[in-house]
């Protein structure tokens, strides 16, 4: 089995990202083109803020792989970051340096044989308010020297199970639409019962007024780099009963959605209707009323109702 190796560059206005990397594969049948495709998307459609995300999410797309070198450099108009890890030579973090481009010009260097050096170009500044921060800056590098893949807890794997049953499909969390994909299943399903085992709750977000949980937000983040899940190690069991309501309201849903296209729209006009009904009005009988609130038609706000209602009939029937 050969080794990975991948170069990324992209430049956006002020800004670019610059990614080397090699690897050793674990295992044969490795999907190298989903790798690649996945280190791509990261580049090229993803936030780079966060060196400490950004390195995360390296490692678990790179996860199949032992990991032997990798270097990523965010520059701004304001400032540069670069990490490299050399693990050829048994230590991780090798180099970590940042040059602030303002009135001081510094350039703050750690090096995992040198230490910690701080460099500045320029005397004029405030030197001071670079210098009182060492301990969060030590903290902040030992945080880059533990990076390591994401870990999905069982909320997690639940969450993808659910989705299997739910669209019949594997979730892919690099996809453009999974959010909203996730926050209007869950949203639906909460309608009939099924939630996951933690604390979270929906609020109306944005003009659209869509039932939205930062909560399962920050779930889908975090899972970005799995991209295309086809697998579980150590999956969740659902129970009986929650897989056969999960199964009776996905397939319901998408026999009464027949244009793929309209199925996150429709997806969205239900999740409306059935939070409005619940939540935000005084009665959820009032079809005129809802339509006004989410911004839907009567006839959309009818048709999701009568949906709502074939749902429950299914369920009662298999109970």
Known sequence: MENIRISETCSFGDESIEIKCEGIPLRKNIDEEEVRRMITDFVYNHKHDNMLENVTILYTILTDYTVLSLEVKVSK?????????NNIYGSRLTEWFVFIKDSLNCKIKYDSFLGLKLN???EAGNI?????????IMKYIYALSNAKSIIINDN???LIEIYKLFYKENP?????????????MMSILAEFGITLDCDYTFDLIGKKKMPVSLKLEEMVHKMYPLGLVNEVKDNVKLAEEPKKIIE??????????HDEDDMNEALITISKVIHASRYNLSSDD???EIAE???????EVEASRQLVKCIEHKINKEN
């Open 156 to 158: 997690d794997k639940t």
């Open 248 to 257: 009776i309201v996905g397939d319901s849903i998408r026999d009464a959605i």
């Open 293 to 299: 609130f989410t911004n839907r038609s009567v006839d």
């Open 128 to 136: 001071k308010k670079y210098t009182d921060d060492l301990s969060g």
């Open 120 to 122: 500045y170009f320029n």
């Open 286 to 288: 009032n079809v005129s």
């Open 172 to 184: 892919d969390f690099s996809s453009k639409d999974i959010n909203v994909k996730v926050q209007t």
């Open 77 to 85: 108009a304001t400032d540069s970051e670069t990490v490299i890890y």
